[in-house]
């Protein structure tokens, strides 16, 4: 089993910046891949960042406005968020994944208003 705790949502105003954080524990293995997803409500959940490795790759939304970052040592994933739209909007999840399967955590608000 893999947990996974998300962290650091909140309300901010448009073109602010937040860094959500992804502690993972458990049954880690040295291959896999993080990724952060969003929902926004009444919305499919959408990819907003992968790292595989030491590769990224963003959704076109967010491209030069968020960067995801990990550490291995402390098994955490990142999220820097600048320039913040109220598009952006939304539940903020973290998802692990290797051979053996893959886990989401609970989820982060994230709301972006004036």
């Known amino acids: 089993q893999v947990q996974l705790v998300e962290s650091g949502g909140g309300l901010v105003q448009p073109g602010g910046s937040l860094r959500l954080s992804c502690a993972a524990s458990?049954?880690?293995?040295?291959?896999?891949?993080m990724a952060w997803y969003r929902q926004a409500p009444e919305k499919e959940r959408e990819l907003v960042a992968i790292?595989?490795?030491?590769?990224?790759k963003y959704a076109d939304s967010v491209k030069g406005r968020f960067t995801i970052s990990r550490d291995n040592a402390k098994n955490t994933l990142y999220l820097q968020m600048n320039s913040l739209k109220p598009e952006d909007t939304a539940v903020y999840y973290c998802?692990?994944?290797?051979?053996?399967?893959?886990?989401w955590g609970q989820g982060t608000q994230v709301t972006v208003s004036s």
């Open positions: 790292m595989i490795g030491d590769n990224t």
């Open positions: 998802k692990y994944s290797d051979y053996a399967g893959y886990y």
């Open positions: 458990g049954r880690l293995f040295a291959i896999n891949t």
